[in-house]
């Protein structure tokens, strides 16, 4: 989140609207925005209507124990409103810029 937060200029830039989902409520967003100072919404998905039709909410497993979460991912949107890339299972040192990047070649910068 961090990197997207300093990055953010670079995406505002190039025109590119960003945002985050998750399942936690509309006041933790707020709190969490407040506190950090994030320049884009984050989407509240408890049912996690959004998230499971991207496919970002998958099995998951932690010491042995199987469970459901959200799989960090992004999603890169094209103009005509299209998915052009799908990032799953990211890591967050450098994943900001490699979105940057991304959105860069689409643009054909």
């Known amino acids: 989140m961090q990197e ?3 990055l953010f200029p670079d995406f505002d830039r ?3 609207a960003v945002a ?3 399942p936690d409520t509309a006041d933790s967003h707020r709190r969490f925005t407040e506190k950090l100072g994030v320049p884009f919404p984050l989407l509240s998905d408890p049912a996690h209507e959004l998230i499971e039709k991207c ?3 998958a099995k998951k497993k932690l010491y042995g124990k199987e469970y459901m979460g ?3 991912s992004t999603l890169l949107v094209a103009p005509d409103g299209t998915a052009a890339r799908v990032f799953t299972k990211v ?3 450098g994943h ?3 979105v940057l ?3 860069k070649e689409l643009a054909g910068v």
């Open 4 to 6: 997207f937060v300093e």
């Open 14 to 16: 190039a025109g590119c």
């Open 20 to 22: 985050g989902v998750s």
């Open 55 to 57: 496919g970002f909410w």
């Open 70 to 72: 959200v799989v960090r």
């Open 91 to 93: 890591k967050v040192a």
């Open 96 to 98: 900001a810029a490699e």
């Open 101 to 103: 990047r991304a959105l």
